[in-house]
């Protein structure tokens, strides 16, 4: 269910009320059903999330070789998000608060470190999805290919990200102002400032803060 309501956040950011498939169907049983409501999308989310966090172990009470499964931090945390895009201010507080309470998760003493390779599933890391890709054998995950920049951290360039600034429904761009510690790790540049819908699979508890409200 963590998934699920993973899946269908990133549905109803982008189009809106889709419809909604809670079992298994066959193709002809699909025919007919029409879009749910932005608003009961939501709260299909927000039951799947709750319901997740109910069981799931926390991340301390996994073996090191499960190393990436979905945690009660990570269900709360996306749950507490799913609160922050509709305004649920008081809500988002109360379950990113627990995150925090609960103390399997810290920030990362270096704020460029939160990108850095060597801090893959660090501690501040809510949820990462565990892939690598080879080349040679062109198998595993290609998305750092396609997305990744072309010549280097902070060049600014790579496919799929615009390069002038976006808006997203008569929206304000979704930009942010580069911290210091991360242009003087040299992560970025004073011109990348617009990220348009690039996005991390990492969920950070960092999304506490507006610089992490992008995806």
């Known amino acids: 269910r963590f998934l699920r309501g993973y899946f269908y956040f990133e549905l109803v ?10 079992g298994f169907l066959l193709p ?9 409501s932005a608003e009961d999308v939501y709260k299909f989310i927000e039951d799947d999330l709750k319901a997740a ?8 009470q996994y073996a ?15 749950l507490g998000k799913v609160y922050l895009y509709q305004s649920k201010w008081q ?6 608060k627990t995150v925090i309470d609960e103390g399997e998760y810290k ?18 890391s809510l949820f990462e999805v565990q892939y690598m890709y080879d080349g040679t054998y062109a198998l595993g995950g290609s998305l750092t290919v396609i997305t ?21 429904l008569g929206k304000q761009p979704y930009c942010v102002d580069i911290p210091p510690s991360a242009k003087s790790n040299g992560l970025v540049t004073t011109s990348n400032k617009c990220f348009g819908f690039f996005c991390t699979l990492e969920i950070s508890i960092q999304i506490l803060l507006p610089a992490h409200f992008l995806c």
């Not at 090191?64 to 996306?78: H, K």
Request: net charge negative.
């Open 13 to 22: 950011k982008n189009f809106g009320g889709v419809p909604l498939i809670t």
């Open 28 to 36: 002809e049983e699909i025919q007919g059903i029409t879009r749910a």
């Open 53 to 60: 966090a109910d069981v799931l172990p926390q991340r301390s």
């Open 64 to 78: 090191a070789t499960d190393m990436g499964r979905a945690t009660r931090g990570a269900a709360l945390g996306l």
């Open 91 to 96: 809500e988002a507080h109360d379950v990113l």
């Open 107 to 124: 920030l990362l003493d270096n704020f460029g470190d939160v990108w850095d390779v060597d801090h893959n599933n660090s501690e501040e």
């Open 148 to 168: 990744g920049a072309r010549s280097g951290p902070g060049d600014g360039w790579s496919w799929g990200q615009p390069t002038v600034i976006t808006t997203h």
